[in-house]
Structure formats: C-alpha cells, structure tokens
C-alpha cells in the first residue's frame, strides 16, 4: 500500500460551539510572569520546558531552563499552539491585532521541577488572565490515517524506567515535495528512547502530508528507530522496521476558534 492522499473535503462533528474559559485547577499558576511586546526582528522560538519533557537537540526549548516557559516573538496563535498542543493553522478567529503585535513571555513556576503538562496548565490560565482568552473547540473529521500494529506486531521494545527520556528527528526532507525541491539529502531517521508514540505521530502526519492519530493501544514508554530515504514511501518502512502501518480513513482532527481576546498589558 502506497501512502497517497487526496482530500475531497470535510466532516464536520462540533464538539463545543459556545465560548470557553480555559480550564484551570486550583493553585495552578506561575510563581512570576512578565509578557512585554518583543524586540526581536525574528519569528518565534522557545516553549516550556518540564522536568519529564524530552527535546532533541535542535528543538527550539532545549534551551529553555526546567521549570519555566520563555516564548520569544509569540502570537497569541502561536501561544495558544504551545499551550494546547494544538497546529498553529488549525486556530482561527484571529483579533485584528494579533497579526502586528508579538510578545515576549518569561515565566517561572514555583515547583523548581513540574511536569511538562502542569508548565503547559499555567501558560493556559496566563492566556486567560492577561489576554482574556475565550475560545470554542470543535472536532472535524477529516481524511487521513490511522497508525496501526501490523499483522506480525510490533519490532520495538517497552522501554527501561531507569533509560534518559530522548526524542530526535534527524533530516532536511521529511516527504516527498521537500526531497523534489532540494539536492541530495541524508536519511529521515526518528529515534526514540523511553518515550511514547506521539512524538513518533507527528513526524508520520508531516510525512503523510495528512493528520496521523495512534489506535495501536500502546501506551507505555518504548524504544524505537524509523529512518527512510527522502520522498522515500512509507509504508514499507514503517512495516519493517517498526511492525506498524498506517490506514486510510477519515479520522478527528481538532480546531479552536478565539471568541474573544485582548491585548495584555506590558509588565
């Protein structure tokens, strides 16, 4: 099975239509937060950094300390994407004035070492305490694929506790419009050491050109290595080298929508 798809359209499954607060549980906050407009003549890095987070080398909050968020030249789309996990494209209703005005954000939590989500938690109500954040969710389902153990099962192994969580995408061209536009390029290799598949995913769907969801039902942590030739399809890949394969379907995909949003004062 080659891996083609081709989009005819969309179904639409909302979930929640009317505007809503950002969930938050009590006493879940930054110890201290500064958001000011950026001075920076470039686009926005940085994230937030957990103590259970595992970065690659070159992902942009390798450099952010545990225990704090720092987003340097961020939308409030581009917040919004960190905060819940979420592609920047698929937020809309946009405020007029977050296409010119981009921040500048330092935070520190005052656990010296909390987990990826709880930093993620606190970057959520400081979107609804500063930039008065209100928004509606709604599921589309959209074509695509699912991953899948194949017929043999998996060819990786769960992971050891005691093993360094490590995540690392290694490659210039992860589908086949980036290989036909550039020179030669080395192998796509994911290489995960004692961490989940959804890591793993997100590489698939760039690669799929389409969204990717995990049915395998494995939910620990697992150490595995994908590489493929660049354009290279696939599905044989995948199958011999992981024991997985992905299926063609519509599967759900999640927007947000801003209802309403204001510009933070500076402090």
């Not at 470039?42 to 103590?51: E, K, L, P």
């Not at 928004?135 to 194949?150: C, D, N, P, Q, W």
């Not at 590489?227 to 080298?241: R, T």
Request: with cysteine.
């Amino acid at each position: 099975m080659r891996i083609r798809l081709i989009v005819f359209g969309a179904m639409f499954v909302p979930l929640l239509t009317s505007a809503l607060p950002v969930a938050r549980s009590a006493g879940v906050e930054f110890e201290v937060a500064s958001i000011k407009p950026t001075r920076s003549p470039f686009g926005v890095v940085g994230g937030c950094h957990g103590r259970n987070a595992h970065f690659g080398p070159t992902d942009m909050e390798a450099e952010v300390p545990v225990g704090r968020c720092v987003i340097t030249a961020g939308r409030l789309s581009h917040i919004m994407a960190i905060a819940f996990r979420i592609d920047v494209n698929k937020i809309g209703g946009r405020p007029d004035w977050e296409g010119p005005s981009r921040f500048d954000i330092e935070a520190k939590a005052e656990n010296p070492a909390p987990t990826q989500e709880e930093l993620l938690e606190m970057l959520r109500v400081l979107l609804a305490d500063r930039f008065k954040l209100k928004f509606s969710r709604e599921t589309k389902l959209e074509s695509g694929y699912a991953l899948v153990i194949a017929k043999n099962g998996p060819k990786f192994k769960r992971a050891l506790p005691e093993e360094e969580k490590r995540f690392v995408f290694r490659g210039s061209s992860v589908n086949k419009r980036d290989a036909a536009e550039g020179q030669a390029t080395p192998l796509n290799t994911v290489t995960g050491q004692n961490t989940s598949l959804h890591e793993l995913v997100e590489v698939l769907s760039r690669a799929a050109g389409a969204p990717v969801v995990d049915r395998t039902g494995l939910v620990d942590a697992y150490d595995f290595k994908l590489n493929w030739e660049p354009g290279e399809d696939l599905s044989g890949p995948l199958q011999q080298q992981l024991g997985l394969k992905l299926e063609s379907g519509k599967v759900p995909v999640e927007y947000m929508t801003i209802v309403s949003a204001e510009k933070p004062t500076e402090n």
